[in-house]
């Protein structure tokens, strides 16, 4: 955070590099914080380095202006839930955000995250998103775990495989008695089934607003 709030000068990013990778060296779990939220973060993993880094995403400035007031807002594909926690703050006190997530790390550090920020807002749920209910093998990337992917042929660097329940969107708010606001999606490949699994009926109203991010 220190580092962060330095002004420029030569040699700023050499020092914020060594700073990087003597956090990594640290391992898990660090905690940092970003944006107004107290994160907890594996500094082994691309996305966490890339949130601790960059501190600023396009897709989280969509979700601010999508988001409003007591929305319902579920997350398929929250990872570590920071997404899940802008999400949180803009629909305040009467709204709920679903985070999703399948990964085995990543979902054990969304549900530190959303405990720690929202724990009254936010619902975490370990699944993967998909056109039916069952069962789906998640190709896990040892790089970067936003890369996971039910699709082998997404994932970036080693992959080892996790076997995780797989839900529907359209059961999943039949159940939770849900009518979304908005949807984000980040499935790295699998947009088409996890739409046709919300989709696929007229028992769920629409969504007023769907962020995906496309691949």
Excluded at 19 to 44: C, H, K, S, W
Aim: proline share 6%.
């Amino acid at each position: 955070r220190f580092l962060h709030r330095l002004p420029y000068f030569r040699g700023r990013n050499r020092l914020f590099t060594i700073a990087l990778r003597l956090a990594q060296r640290l391992g898990p779990p660090i905690v940092v914080e970003v944006d107004g939220f107290t994160l907890q973060l594996d500094m082994r993993d691309g996305l966490c380095r890339g949130i601790w880094v960059d501190r600023d995403f396009g897709q989280g400035r969509t979700l601010k202006r999508l988001c409003q007031p007591g929305d319902v807002v579920i997350d398929v594909g929250a990872n570590v839930g920071y997404m899940a926690l802008i999400a949180a703050r803009e629909v305040g006190p009467t709204g709920r955000v679903v985070a999703i997530e399948p990964g085995e790390r990543s979902f054990s550090l969304l549900e530190i995250n959303a405990a720690r920020n929202f724990p009254d807002r936010i619902v975490v749920m370990r699944a993967a998103c998909d056109e039916g209910d069952g069962r789906a093998t998640l190709y896990v990337s040892e790089y970067s775990e936003e890369t996971n992917s039910l699709r082998p042929d997404r994932v970036l660097g080693g992959v080892h495989e996790e076997v995780v329940p797989a839900r529907s969107l359209r059961s999943l708010c039949r159940e939770m008695t849900l009518s979304p606001d908005v949807v984000k999606i980040d499935v790295e490949g699998a947009e088409w089934a996890v739409l046709r699994g919300l989709f696929d009926g007229n028992d769920v109203p629409p969504p007023r607003a769907l962020l995906v991010e496309a691949y």
